[in-house]
C-alpha cells in the first residue's frame, strides 16, 4: 500500500486561504468517506482537524474544512493564522489495509 | 476524556526486541480499538496495528511477523512488541484511540523515541 501524495509545502500569508492536497487510489480514498486530517507541531502528537473528509471535531476552528474529488481529498484553511504553521498528515481507511497516511505537508505562514 | 501515555526503554540494541506499553486514563481499555502509529526523525507517519480486547487484531504487512500487540485490562493498558529491531525502527512511537466507527484516531500519546543502536 502506497502512501496518499501530498505537496512537500504550501503558504501562505496571515488571512490568506490555503489548500492541501492528498491523492490516493480507487482503493483508498476514491472508494471510501473515511479520509482523516491531522495537525502536528513540532515535538507534539498529531492533532485531529477533520474526519470522515468533511467533519471537524469539537474545538477546531471552522477555518479548517475538508472536501473530495475522485481520488483526491484536500484540506483548506481559511482566514490563515500564526498558530497554523505545522505539519499536515491525511489519511484514508483502505479496506483491508487499513489505514495509509499521506507524506505529510508543511504549512508556512509568512 | 481519554488520556494516554507511552512508556518504555528509550534505546534498544539492534536485533532486540523493542517493548512499549500504553496506559489508558479517563476510559477503559475494553471500550475502544487501540493502534500504534510511528514516525522516524523529520519522517512521516506509519501506522503499525491496532488491537481490541477482545483479541481482534491488524498489524501493517510490511513489518512482517516482528510485531505483536497485547492488551492487560487488569491495568488499562495495552503494549507494543517489535522484535529484531534495526536502525530502521528508530522513531517517536505513539499510541492512539480508534474511533467506535473505526476511521480515524481522536486521542493521541505525547509519543516516545526509541532509539536503536548499539
Known amino acids: 500500500q502506497s502512501a496518499l501524495t501530498q505537496p512537500r509545502s504550501v503558504s501562505g500569508s496571515p488571512g490568506q486561504t490555503v489548500t492541501i492536497s492528498c491523492t490516493g487510489t480507487s482503493s483508498d480514498v476514491g472508494r471510501y468517506d473515511y479520509v482523516s486530517w491531522y495537525q502536528q507541531h513540532p515535538g507534539k502528537a498529531p492533532k485531529l482537524v477533520i474526519y470522515e473528509v468533511i467533519k471537524r471535531p469539537s474545538g477546531v476552528p471552522d477555518r479548517f474544512s475538508g472536501s473530495k474529488s475522485g481520488i483526491t481529498a484536500s484540506l483548506t484553511i481559511a482566514g490563515l493564522q500564526a498558530e497554523d504553521e505545522a505539519d499536515y498528515y491525511c489519511?484514508?481507511?483502505?479496506?483491508?489495509?487499513?489505514?495509509?497516511f499521506g507524506t505529510g505537508t508543511k504549512v508556512a505562514v509568512l | 476524556q481519554v488520556q494516554l501515555q507511552e512508556s518504555g526503554p528509550g534505546l534498544v540494541k539492534p536485533s532486540e526486541t523493542l517493548s512499549l506499553t500504553c496506559t489508558v486514563s479517563?476510559?477503559?481499555?475494553?471500550?475502544?480499538?487501540w493502534s500504534w502509529i510511528r514516525q522516524p526523525p523529520g519522517k512521516g507517519l506509519e501506522w503499525l496495528g491496532y488491537?481490541?480486547?477482545?483479541?481482534?487484531?491488524k498489524y501493517n504487512p510490511s513489518l512482517k511477523s516482528r510485531v505483536t500487540m497485547s492488551v492487560d485490562t487488569s491495568k488499562n493498558l495495552f503494549s507494543l512488541k517489535l522484535t529484531s529491531v534495526t536502525a530502521a525502527d528508530t522513531a517517536v512511537y505513539y499510541c492512539a484511540k480508534i474511533d467506535v466507527w473505526g476511521s480515524f484516531w481522536d486521542y493521541w500519546g505525547q509519543g516516545t523515541l526509541v532509539t536503536v543502536s548499539s
Open positions: 489519511c484514508s481507511y483502505a479496506g483491508s489495509f487499513p489505514y495509509v
Open positions: 479517563g476510559g477503559s481499555v475494553t471500550n475502544s480499538y
Open positions: 488491537i481490541y480486547y477482545g483479541g481482534d487484531t
